[in-house]
């Protein structure tokens, strides 16, 4: 979460760019990796979608600039939920269509993967994977945005639509949760033998 | 939060979260920045275009105030020349509805009360009659249509005291006493019909008195019309017998005495009905026609008490068994309103 300096400055940028769309420009190269990121690892490592959906988020956010309403939250908080939404509404279409993202991505990882690049971080990729998909939709997307886009709760509550101390609270659960699927000792000496 | 409880499930995101390596096309970020730009652009034009609009200079002196103008010029007028009114019976509530006011004409006939020896007739005034409470007497009342018994005062056996008093408009049942003696009932006919109107009834079972007269007094109004049912003014006075004057003069009480009801004036010729029955005739409440209208084979007696201008009470005895019929006038036709037998006591209240 930046500092109030930070925030003043990028509430100032907001502002003017409600009255000069050309300041729009600034916030999206300040935010477009950011955005990025997040969009590539929802739809499971699908570029053209990734692209899609990012440039469609923020041509939504330009639409809707004078709207947003300064809350003290970072101008990516708003961002992010845009994104969100774009993905949900994607993924709808998806399954409408048949369409497995996940299922894609992971035969994907595993093709541009070799034998040697085995490695403990793609065993704890695969060890995620597998819990992630135990959970709720939910409580997977309050883990991302928590551990992989580096969120605070409140910016989590302000996407999530939640209130923050909900959001605390199923952090916790969540986390719980999937710490009850992890695969002990005992169970990692028999998947060797 | 327990740092090291989480620390294990934690560490594998961070971890993984570390060796992503997300490379970011640069030309897909440009492309999307044209896309952008465009989009600018076109929210630029639109902008510049409304500033620079004709129409959004002088539309509001082109419609706008005009508009304006007309619509105080109309407030003006609809405040200055229309008066509606709304009418006050739309939205006032219902009034309560008024219990029927009754009249001199409408009252029971006052009946004097027997006189006694010691003490002096009692006649009720209006405010003992409101006060009287309509219950009704043991005695059952025969009638008979013969107008002389009722015009002939009876003579009294042995009497003591003479007792004058009121009839119940509506009596089933007085007791006066421990004792119930069946008293003589007198019908008043008459000249040219055969409705009875009068019951008389008094209340001979007093105790131990053994010879009272009552008189009974009954207004009637005066016939009309060839077609008006109108009952005689007929005094009736009817001797009860074993009856001692000294007790019944201190037992009798007003709610005791029974009330008889003034018979109504009809200007025209009332049609009684009953079911697809229609009789036609003034006389209609004689025995005969009761009996049709009520369904019975031999009625003993029959007995008309006139409630009101619009109500009559029609006691029939039939092998032992009185029954009660109400009769409601209906555009002029009498209909009767109810076969049940009912009490006296509800329909008079």
Known sequence: MPNNTELESERRLIETAKVDPEKFMDLYTKYYDQIYRYVYRRTGGNKDETHDLVSQTFIDALSHIQSFKWQGYPFSSWLYKIAHNNVIKWYRKAEKSNYVPIEEAKNVSDKNRDQQELTDASLAKDQINAIMEKLEEDEREILRLKFFEGLSNIEIAEIMGLSISNIGVKVFRTLKKAKGFLPTKHDLKQSNE | ?349
């Open chain 2, 1 to 349: 939060m327990n740092k090291n409880y989480f620390s294990d499930i934690t560490d594998l995101f961070f971890k993984v979260k570390n060796e992503e390596n997300i490379q970011i096309d640069e030309s897909e970020k440009a492309k999307i920045k044209n896309i952008l730009q465009t989009r600018i652009n076109e929210i630029k034009n639109v902008k510049e275009h409304k500033q620079d609009s004709f129409w959004n200079k002088w539309r509001y002196q082109l419609i706008g105030a005009p508009a304006s103008l007309l619509a105080l010029v109309l407030a003006l007028y609809a405040t200055t020349n229309l008066n509606v009114s709304i009418p006050k019976e739309d939205f006032s509530p219902t009034p309560p509805a008024k219990p029927p006011v009754l009249t001199d004409f409408d009252r029971p006939l006052v009946k004097t009360a027997p006189k006694l020896e010691t003490k002096p007739p009692r006649t009720l005034n209006k405010i003992q009659e409101n006060e009287t409470d309509f219950k009704l007497p043991k005695t059952k009342y025969n009638t008979t249509a013969t107008s002389q018994e009722t015009q002939a005062p009876v003579e009294p056996e042995n009497t003591k005291s003479k007792d004058t008093r009121e009839k119940p408009a509506t009596s089933q049942e007085t007791t006066v006493g421990p004792e119930t003696v069946k008293p003589r009932n007198t019908v008043s006919q008459n000249t040219q019909k055969d409705i009875p109107v009068i019951m008389d009834g008094t209340d001979t079972t007093s105790q131990k008195t053994t010879d009272t007269t009552t008189t009974n007094t009954q207004k009637e109004p005066a016939t009309s019309q060839e077609t008006t049912v109108e009952p005689e003014e007929t005094t009736s006075t009817v001797k009860p017998e074993n009856t001692v004057s000294e007790s019944t003069s201190t037992k009798i009480t007003t709610s005791s005495l029974p009330i008889i009801k003034k018979p109504t004036e009809t200007s025209t010729s009332p049609i009684y009905i009953h079911k697809d029955k229609t009789i036609k005739s003034q006389s209609a409440f004689n025995k005969e026609n009761l009996a049709k209208l009520t369904s019975s084979k031999t009625p003993d007696s029959t007995t008309v008490y006139y409630i009101s201008d619009n109500q009559v009470i029609v006691e029939i005895d039939e092998d032992g068994i009185t029954k009660w019929y109400l009769f409601d006038k209906i555009k002029d036709n009498w209909t009767i309103s109810k076969y049940k037998k009912f009490r006296t006591k509800t329909v008079v209240k």
